[in-house]
């Protein structure tokens, strides 16, 4: 199935619509001190970086598909494989970014402008550093290169990598029966909700975002028997909830 960038597009604001209306008349935490607002200041960070991302760092990323040297374009595979190889190889090194960004100190500095956000919601799940998106998108480029990704297996990864991100991200909750069966194969909003705690601890777990079972095959999951009593943020930032401390204070105080 070959899906377009604007379908994807299309899908992808489709269902941030459907999930910001669903945790409008169903919140998991009806706690939010303004949604307006919090949609506001988040929006205001997401619009920017699509501007960006678009001008400078989309076509890097298109650039590096379709190699003719890649390891893809030199082996003879069934476009089903080739396909579940790229969803594989792309979402494995999408946790390991996680870790390191977790791990580094200077790449934390960018990373927990994401973690900072005190009242998560679907709208937390697009709401990150630049610099974080731009180093994330050059280390992915070099993975597409080396495999010769086809940019169509690219998108249709994103299609469900995004959609995913922005189910676990939604200030909602599917329920405990059926985040338990979620969770085996994909990563729930319960499984995720603990990793946005502001408790070290927690923070540092739970790295997957479509596929849960490297954070079982590497020993980093973790699940609450409540989620309800779990406090977001980054301790310490907790108060830098404007504009220009979101993309300024987060990343440099």
Request: aromatic share 12%; glycine share 4%; with cysteine.
């Amino acid at each position: 199935m070959i899906i377009s960038p604007s379908e994807k597009q299309s899908l992808i604001v489709s269902l941030l619509v459907i999930l910001y209306i669903l945790e409008c008349v169903f919140p998991y935490f009806d706690t939010f001190k303004s949604k307006a607002a919090h949609t506001l200041r988040n929006g205001i960070v997401i619009g920017l970086n699509a501007i960006l991302l678009n001008l400078f760092l989309v076509p890097v990323a298109l650039y590096s598909m379709n190699t003719g040297w890649g390891l893809f374009s030199r082996i003879s595979l069934d476009w089903k494989i080739e396909l579940v190889l790229t969803i594989v190889a792309i979402d494995l090194l999408t946790y390991f970014l996680h870790v390191w960004f977790h791990r580094s100190p200077l790449l934390w500095r960018f990373h927990r402008m994401h973690h900072s956000d005190t009242e998560m919601d679907v709208t937390t799940g697009a709401r990150f550093h630049i610099g974080e998106h731009a180093f994330s998108l050059l280390i992915r480029c070099v993975l597409c290169s080396v495999l010769a990704v086809k940019s169509h297996f690219v998108i249709l990864y994103e299609l469900l990598f995004l959609s995913n991100v922005f189910i676990h991200h939604a200030n909602i909750s599917v329920g405990a029966k059926l985040d338990r069966l979620y969770r085996i194969f994909l990563t729930s909003p319960d499984m995720h909700k603990v990793h946005h705690s502001d408790v070290q601890e927690e923070t540092n777990s739970n790295y997957t975002s479509l596929f849960s079972l490297w954070d079982r095959i590497f020993r980093t999951y973790r699940i609450s028997r409540d989620p309800k009593h779990i406090t977001y943020g980054v301790k310490g930032l907790e108060n830098d909830q404007t504009v220009p401390q979101i993309q300024l204070r987060s990343a440099i105080k």
